[in-house]
């Protein structure tokens, strides 16, 4: 089945550890995004990338690093740089440039400090 | 982009129909309404999305007024499993950033 993949379910990440979330899709799709979600808000975009090799910062990128260096993938890297990791992260994919913005997401990945 | 504005929260009864409103007054000539939802603990679901005539499908209908200025979300017979999170969201045509405001949280009673 075509959808977007996200692994681990949950993770757990110690003081001054960096941890990767990982993010697939087999959609063909040529953007993917990161959002990131907190209790009873809603999503707030972290990165997001239109094409392969090539990223943007989102509205809240400080302590997150990503690549894409393939189009299936966009692994989310949160480092110890980011003091408040607590969250729960989702990750989508569109086709852009067809006069839509439809996203399709995946089931998140929910971040815990230990 | 166009801000939106929504109750924070619904009820429905099941078999009922539910109408979920939208304010988007400061909505542009380019600019589309997407709906999207999103179930506790479970990543959203796109619905439906309109420029400016009135949109239906599998899941759910969507009327948007002759000034564009707000919307509503349809779901004509509501189910338990309807019960989420619906956010409305304002955006051009062009790829990027989706914004996610608070939403309404409809809940469902049988």
């Known amino acids: 089945d075509g959808g977007i993949t996200q692994s681990p379910k949950y993770l757990f990440r110690k003081e001054g550890q960096n941890v990767t979330l990982s993010c697939e899709q087999n959609l063909n799709h040529d953007a993917m995004y990161w959002y990131r979600q907190d209790p009873g808000q809603g999503l707030r975009l972290i990165y997001y990338?239109?094409?392969?090799?090539?990223?943007q910062k989102g509205d809240i990128a400080e302590g997150y690093s990503v690549s894409r260096e393939k189009k299936e993938s966009f692994p989310l890297t949160v480092t110890s740089a980011q003091k408040n990791p607590t969250a729960f992260y989702l990750c989508?994919?569109?086709?852009?440039?067809?006069?839509?913005?439809?996203?399709?997401f995946g089931a998140g990945t929910r971040l815990s400090v230990l | 982009d166009a801000k939106t504005t929504q109750p924070p929260s619904m009820d429905c009864a099941e078999g009922r129909a539910a109408n979920l409103p939208c304010n988007h007054s400061?909505?542009?000539?380019?600019?589309?309404v997407y709906w999207y939802r999103q179930i506790h603990s479970q990543g959203p679901q796109y619905i439906i999305h309109g420029l400016k005539n009135n949109e239906t499908n599998e899941m759910a209908s969507l009327i948007i007024t002759e000034d564009r200025k707000s919307s509503t979300l349809i779901l004509p017979h509501a189910t338990l499993r309807d019960t989420a999170v619906y956010y409305c969201?304002?955006?051009?045509?062009?790829?990027?950033?989706?914004?996610f405001g608070q939403g309404t949280e409809l809940s469902v009673k049988p």
């Open positions: 990338s239109q094409i392969v090799n090539d990223f």
């Open positions: 969201i304002v955006r051009s045509n062009q790829g990027g950033k989706l914004i």
């Open positions: 989508a994919s569109s086709i852009p440039g067809q006069g839509l913005n439809i996203q399709y």
């Open positions: 400061t909505i542009s000539g380019n600019e589309y």
